[in-house]
Nanobody, 115 residues
Framework: QVQLVESGGGLVQAGGSLRLSCAASGSILSINTMGWYRQAPGKQRELVARISSGGVTNYRDSVKGRFTISRDNAKNTVYLQMNSLKPEDTAVYYC?????????WGQGTQVTVSS
């Protein structure tokens, strides 16, 4: 069993910064991808950024240059540094851990950006 525990969400003004963390525990395979997704009210969940165990990263276009994903493999933890936040970044952010044949989600953390 795998558990993901997120932290770091909150309320911030536009232009501000937040850092999300997600710690994974349990039976974690060494080859995996960790990532962040978000879901705004009335919208589908979308990929924000992800990083492989080898350090390869992917970002959605709207966050490139503002968000940075990183991970500490020794701690099974992934981070999302979010700078220059915009009101349209407001959503529940979910941590994801993916293996070849399994997929796990955190409980979500709210990020609200006020204008």
């Amino acid at each position: 069993q795998v558990q993901l525990v997120e932290s770091g969400g909150g309320l911030v003004q536009a232009g501000g910064s937040l850092r999300l963390s997600c710690a994974a525990s349990g039976s974690i395979l060494s080859i995996n991808t960790m990532g962040w997704y978000r879901q705004a009210p009335g919208k589908q969940r979308e990929l924000v950024a992800r990083i492989s165990s080898g350090g390869v990263t992917n970002y959605r276009d709207s966050v490139k240059g503002r968000f940075t994903i990183s991970r500490d493999n020794a701690k099974n933890t992934v981070y999302l540094q979010m700078n220059s936040l915009k009101p349209e970044d407001t959503a529940v952010y979910y941590c994801n851990l993916a293996f070849t044949f399994a997929n796990y989600w955190g409980q979500g953390t709210q990020v609200t950006v006020s204008s």
